[in-house]
């Protein structure tokens, strides 16, 4: 098996492309599909460690699968929050939404 | 180890080369005489009307974020029958504890065909 | 492997259990009785908020732990979740007639306010990185929705989008914080996490130190810290006023209970490494926070900025991470729900529908309309600054008292200077409401509900600083009641 940095690597790779996303994007779809990619880096890690670890409880892997279902479920309410947004002003750039200074 | 995986490789540098290589036998040897109901996408289809980049109406989405939402609340359903399998007496216990969960969802389910968020008109 | 199953772990749920029953049920009725659940579902909340009071003191005195020790419920929680469900209590009341002039779906408010303080709830008691973060989206999820609650006003639309994509993606800084420690000590217990700090080869690992610095990111977006609060103005102008009111109690109660879990608890241990951070991320939320609040004149923004404030001073007390600095946050905490959520339920009576009339020109005379109305806000503008004779005064004592005893001289100073210049655009708004005489004072109506919540939050106010002890005193007599 390889080490587990390779693992570390790919996922701190990601969770950078995710940063990166939530600094530069525009769209609010973008921005959603961002905070995904670090959530998922995420995921990569807890089980690259629930293998490399503790090889008799699976915790890491059970932590996944939590990450995943609230990752769908903060999408839903995410996108249902975007659409409600379209429907008054007809476009979702995250940065034109801002009737309140920041 | 790596060579584990080397079935893998095998199988599929296999598995390319036979899909890719009768895609391109069929092209070199086949005879070619097009005509516009052949040159459909989906030639004994619906005929398409409309562009593809047009907009989908929105209950669509709705649609898809309920199926999402229900379909992975049941990934909790594997491990809690790998460990109800091992739990020996604990099992009762464990199968009203699973109750309670799918009671939960149950009430989601009811409330958004209350309101109406399954009907299409 | 034996997997721990204990039917009597689910006693230490009971009040989230109630509380899921109580929203399960208003549901409900929403869906097969509309009417009846727009008359009912306030005061089945309500209900269901006292039900939950009484079970959650009823864990008092004796610390239970189960669920594999997932969850526990020590005195220490029992406390803070007092504070939140007073909180919760409290907003339902001032939200009866609110939801009503906003013509906001009644079923759905209720319901969404119950599971959001079930979010709150699992997270004061989790002992473990998974709870902390399930428990940390279950509320939050809540609160994006009720943030953008009027779905028609495009302020609230707004604050509901920049809330969800900014505490989304502090929810993903924080799980991905939580793997990295999970990969240092190869444990998400937090017991077990400070069992592992014990050995110096895990104490200096950089993973370890990256991931502690990722939670903490992650908790300082929720008790909104600088630099972590940019959010927090937005969402505060532009939710409904009472859901502002509720999440600034409950979101920040009960990150705050996670915090010194995992900063204390946990990682004591590690306090050599987190005290610098912790000490500079106080230092910059008292100032920023008491400094801009003073440029504001709409006084959702303002009180916006007070919260920020007020966490810069529980983050001392979690700095000082020494016995009365843990005794004094649930202190502050529970003071803190009770004079924050009357100042809160004060401008709910004065905002007309639509969220009109929040700038503080519109409290110019209050006073000569109505003396009774304007004399609370004026109490609670004391308590928030933190003058006697309030709970505000007898909180910032202990936490300075708890800077004392950490040696925390520098942080200290800090807070008074601050606290000091806070008082400037507290009493602003005493003044706009006693001094000024304009010709026609503002007429508002305030419903008996929103009455209530105002006596029973200056009457908390005022009983706090003259019986400090009351807390445990309280929780003391009704456990032994039960």
Known sequence: ?102 | MLVQYLPFLVLFIVAVAFAGGAMVLSRLLGPKRPSATKLEPYESGMVPIGGTRGRFPIRFYLVALLFILFDIEIIFLYPWAVIFLEAGAARVFLFFEILVFLGVITVGYVYIWRKGALDWE | ?482
């Open chain 3, 1 to 482: 492997m034996r997997i721990p199953v204990d039917p009597s772990d689910w006693l230490i749920l009971i009040p989230e259990f109630i509380l899921l029953g109580t929203a399960i049920a208003i549901l409900m009725i929403d869906a097969f009785a509309k009417a009846a659940s727009d008359r009912s579902s306030p005061w089945i909340s309500l209900a269901g908020t006292a039900g939950a009071i009484v079970a959650a003191v009823f864990l008092w005195g004796n610390p239970l732990s189960g669920f594999g020790g997932m969850i526990v419920n020590d005195d220490f929680g029992v406390l803070v979740s007092t504070a939140i469900l007073t909180g919760t209590a409290l907003a339902v009341l001032i939200s009866v007639d609110y939801v009503r002039r906003e013509e906001l779906p009644a079923g759905e408010y209720y319901a969404l306010i119950l599971l959001s303080t079930i979010g709150m709830l699992l997270m004061v008691s989790s002992a473990n990185l998974i709870m902390i973060f399930l428990s940390l989206e279950v509320l939050s999820i809540a609160l994006y929705v009720l943030t953008g609650f009027a779905r028609m006003r495009p302020r609230s639309q707004e604050a509901g989008m920049k809330y969800f994509l900014l505490g989304s993606f502090s929810a993903a800084i924080l799980v991905y914080g939580v793997a990295l420690i999970y990969g240092a000590t190869g444990t998400v217990d937090l017991q077990s996490i400070a069992d592992e700090l014990i050995s110096p080869g895990v104490l200096g690992n950089p993973v370890l130190l990256a991931g502690a610095g990722l939670v903490l990111v992650g908790l300082g977006f929720k008790v909104a810290a600088v630099p972590f609060q940019m959010w927090t103005p937005d969402v505060y102008e532009g939710a409904p006023s009472t859901v502002a009111a509720f999440m600034s109690i409950g979101s920040k109660a009960a990150a705050f209970a996670a915090l010194v879990r995992v900063l204390i608890f946990a990682m004591g241990g590690l306090r050599p490494e987190w005290l610098a951070a912790v000490w500079v991320i106080a230092a910059l939320t008292m100032t920023v926070g008491n400094l801009v609040a003073i440029a504001q004149d709409n006084i959702k923004r303002m009180l916006a900025y007070s919260s920020i404030a007020h966490a810069g001073y529980i983050l001392v007390a979690v700095a000082a991470a020494n016995r009365l600095g843990l005794q004094s946050i649930p202190f502050y905490l529970i003071a803190y729900a009770f004079m924050n959520l009357g100042a809160w339920a004060v401008v709910t009576a004065v905002t007309r529908k639509g969220e009109e009339a929040v700038g503080l020109s519109d409290y110019s005379g209050l006073f000569w309309s109505h003396p009774v109305l304007a004399g609370s806000m004026g109490l609670f503008m004391f308590a928030l600054a933190g003058i006697p004779p309030t709970a505000g005064f007898t909180a910032k004592i202990y936490v300075f008292m708890a800077a004392v005893a950490a040696d925390m001289i520098g942080l200290l100073i800090i807070a008074i200077v601050t606290t000091i210049i806070s008082a400037y655009f507290y009493l602003r708004v005493t003044v706009i409401m006693f001094m000024e005489r304009p010709a026609e004072p503002p007429v508002v109506t305030v419903p008996t509900p929103l009455a209530v919540a105002i006596a029973v939050a200056a009457a908390g106010t005022i009983w706090l600083f003259l019986f400090p002890g009351v807390t445990q005193s309280f929780t003391d007599t009704v456990a032994r009641l039960l």
């Open chain 1, 1 to 102: 098996m390889p080490p587990v940095t390779w693992y570390l690597y790919v996922s701190a790779a990601l969770f950078c492309i995710g940063l990166f996303g939530m600094m530069t994007r525009r769209n609010a779809i973008a921005l959603l599909m961002s905070i995904e990619l670090m959530l998922n880096a995420a995921n990569i890690n807890l089980v690259a460690f629930s293998g490399y670890l503790t090889e008799h409880t699976l915790v890491g892997q059970v932590f996944a699968l939590f990450v995943i279902t609230i990752a769908a479920a903060e999408a839903a309410v995410g996108l249902a929050i975007v659409i409600n947004v379209y429907r008054t002003v007809q476009h979702i750039n995250a940065d034109e939404i801002n009737i309140m200074k920041w």
